[in-house]
């Protein structure tokens, strides 16, 4: 996977425009200065969230002797299913504050940005190759820059798409999701098939 491929993927996980409502759900009873200041904040929370496991996570799962080869099929299946939430949305307000609640951390930077989905991506790009960590880390600056674009000026993208805009968004990225846990999910069974056979 080449740096933009994974900027994609990482930006398609992070799903701004199906997060916008519940973004504007959760900030619109707090005072617009301060609901920027807020989104920027909860912004850089999530970014240092991500870094940190970009760059420990194979710390982690060194330790506890997981191969490559499951960190793929791991990865794939849980894009599969967070792909499938995108396609098939519930019902229901994910916030779980009251209303008027000032959120931090809880729900926008974890997990609405740095959802486990998004974690799980990051450790498996660590995890496939650990030599282009700078490569990881240019894909996900980018995927974050472009998502907090999109949160930033939500108003406007809601108004520009609309209620019906943003579910069918929202569904469309879901279909590429789909399309690229599978690979994930293919790539890490092939790998797992020719390394229990001894295949080069």
């Not at 933009?4 to 617009?32: C, H, Q, R, T, Y």
């Not at 009251?98 to 951390?105: R, S």
């Not at 450790?123 to 999109?150: E, F, H, T, Y």
């Amino acid at each position: 996977m080449d740096t933009w491929s994974a900027a994609v993927m990482l930006f398609l996980i992070m799903d701004p425009l199906g997060n916008l409502p519940v973004f504007m759900s959760v900030l619109k009873s707090i005072e617009p200065r301060r609901r920027q200041m807020i989104l920027i904040r909860e912004l850089l929370f999530a970014l240092g969230i991500l870094f940190l496991f970009l760059f420990s996570g194979q710390s982690v799962l060194n330790f506890l002797n997981v191969e490559q080869e499951t960190v793929s099929i791991a990865g794939g299946i849980i894009l599969f299913l967070i792909a499938l939430k995108m396609i098939f949305p519930s019902a229901g307000n994910p916030s779980g504050l009251a209303v008027g609640e000032e959120p931090f951390l809880v729900p926008l930077a974890i997990p609405m940005i740095a959802g486990p989905s998004t974690l799980a991506a990051l450790i498996l790009l660590a995890n496939q190759n650990p030599d282009r960590m700078s490569d990881w880390a240019l894909a996900l600056g980018a995927a974050w820059l472009i998502s907090a674009v999109i949160l930033m000026f939500s108003n406007v993208f809601h108004k520009l798409l609309g209620e019906r805009g943003l579910i069918a968004m929202e569904r469309l990225m879901g279909m590429i999701l789909v399309m690229i846990a599978i690979q994930m999910l293919l790539d890490g069974a092939t790998q797992y098939f020719m390394h229990a056979t001894g295949a080069n």
